[in-house]
């Protein structure tokens, strides 16, 4: 009686590129997991060096998958930006240092004779939520990544939305207060501006400074009844350790008035935020990542109370959703990239 | 000998119905207009009544163009929103009073035996940038029309931007200013609010009788050199024709300072409209239509200003252009929608 052979899945490898880490993983056609490793990035040994250790870290990817190498059928990345996805380049000096302009996709398909394809970290977490995060089932689905920026990616019909020149949608740079402060970007008080972790920081340090000017004007002027005292600098002083937005969030958990006066702004603009997106993208989901959005109890309430009140878009339709796979979305975003190659 | 038969070319019929007329169009598959005319809307007449008129304008333009009725492929019909282009129905109290829910595709697809697509008057008029005006050659273009209020369409790839329920962009309520007037959208300080032509016309008002008050204030108290006086006002005074973004527009024109304070605010709104329209869409074409861009040249340079500083699109790619076809961009675009058919 002849062995019928059971029939072997496709996979595809994905890999995401950071600043201190990157990792890479097998996924079969269903979207199963099947292995997954990681290794530190040290892109200071420069891009030879990385590149030699991203194949060892796919090839191993491959073995503890115990899959048949022919069938691997493409390898997608998703890489810090700026990165070049017509072209397959990588040009980060911010955190990719000595990875100037390299192509990465070129080499990886020689290796490994399949086709690759490179993407913005931004939008490869934008489809990895898409596929099996927060995002499924959505036709038109626009993630926003709130960390050190703000960064997104949209998905429109399964694909990555792409303008000029495959430039990626920049939705941190939406212009939503012209009160607000001066950006890299051009403008001034767009939502990265005063809503990412740095510009929470910055906001934390900035009312901290006043009022510690107004204590001691009152303190010069021996004045009492400013309603200001010591407790609202709150649990961590000016000379504490370095603020950063996850620092604000924990001091308005502890119920410190000035990091819940930051949190409340940064809250308020990313409901503007959300609400301008939702206007122009008309999305079926809006999916919220990134490390700050870890509190994304705290941000619901205002993003929920205004947009329950847009009369412009089918806001009954439209679904705002915490991202679902945290540190994993771009990993698996870039494997569900490669199934389209 | 045989007589070779000159052969026909397919054409379509566009149709745009506004609050004051409705428009058709016979026009060719290279985008030649052979014929055109139009009627009072006469909405109060009721929508059975319409309907009879707007068929009657179709047979009207299709003789006028010595056109083989079959020939006819499809009809493309523009309409002042709200509508629904699912259904194919108009639903706008507002500018068709009586025309509630009612169904204009079904019955002219009846009538013609052809097929029929009705969209929003702004989509069309996109369409029609994109296909014959201002947004020729562009992958994805944008066009905002500014007039009463502040609307636009997108087109990508040729078909115009849908999201959920085939709901379009409303490119207007993009929440630019926090510390802007309220909106009817829900949100304060959206990009209509402030830069609309009823806005501009309502910030003159504002600024006259802020204006009048601190004279007022200054006259009671005896005081002089405030710095104003009663030219601050300007040639069109308070008790004067009603005021309009084109008076206003008339008004800075004249050097009237106060008007002109307000069409710069306005254009540095629309500014940072544009800018944020361009770094979430990252369109080839960003088109300027509607009344009040009838004063293109008084918002350009703020609109160049800002753009050109943005670091985060490729913005050398981007054009920034004033609509080229005027009234007839829904007529033509919803001609262009019907070969799509």
């Known amino acids: 009686m002849k062995h019928d052979p059971r029939p072997e899945e496709p996979i595809v490898a994905g890999i995401d590129i950071g600043g201190t880490k990157i990792a890479a993983v097998a996924v079969s056609a269903a979207g199963r997991m099947l292995s997954r490793a990681a290794i530190p990035t040290e892109a200071e040994r420069g891009f030879e060096d990385g590149l030699q250790r991203i194949t060892a870290l796919v090839r191993r990817v491959l073995t503890e998958a115990q899959a048949d190498p022919d069938n691997l059928r493409a390898i997608g990345i998703g890489c810090a930006g700026p990165v070049d996805p017509v072209t397959g380049t990588i040009d980060n000096p911010y955190t990719l240092p000595t990875w100037d302009g390299v192509n990465i996709v070129d080499p990886l398909r020689a290796t490994f004779g399949v086709a690759v394809a490179l993407e913005n970290d931004a939008d490869a977490a934008a489809m990895g939520e898409y596929w099996l995060g927060a995002g499924q089932g959505g036709r038109i689905v626009v993630m926003v990544t709130v960390g050190t920026g703000i960064g997104g990616g949209v998905i429109v019909d399964g694909h990555i ?34 809503a990412s972790g740095p510009a929470m920081a910055e906001g934390m340090r900035a009312a901290r400074l006043e009022i ?85 109890d705290l941000f619901e309430p205002a993003i929920r109370n205004l947009v329950e009140r847009d009369t412009m878009a089918p806001v009954n339709r439209i679904a705002i959703r915490k991202a679902a796979l945290g540190g994993d979305a771009g990993l698996l975003g870039a494997a569900r990239i490669a199934f389209d190659l």
Chains 1, 2 share one sequence.
């Not at 020149?165 to 607000?180: F, K, M, V």
């Not at 004045?223 to 308005?252: I, N």
């Open 161 to 194: 939305y792409r303008g000029v020149d495959g430039a990626h949608p920049e939705i941190g740079h939406l212009a939503l207060d012209p009160a607000g402060p001066p950006c890299y970007c051009g403008a001034r008080g767009c939502w990265e501006s005063i």
């Open 212 to 296: 510690t000017g107004r204590l001691e004007t009152t303190m010069m002027l021996g004045q009492v009844g400013t309603g200001l005292s010591g407790e609202d600098l709150g649990p961590g002083q000016p000379t504490s350790a370095p603020m950063t937005g996850e620092r604000v969030v924990a001091l308005a958990r502890e119920g410190d008035p000035v990091a819940q006066s930051v949190v409340d702004r940064a809250a308020r603009v990313t409901a503007r935020g959300v609400f301008s997106l939702i206007n122009l993208y008309v999305p079926d989901v809006v999916v919220l990542g990134g490390g700050v959005m870890e509190a994304y």
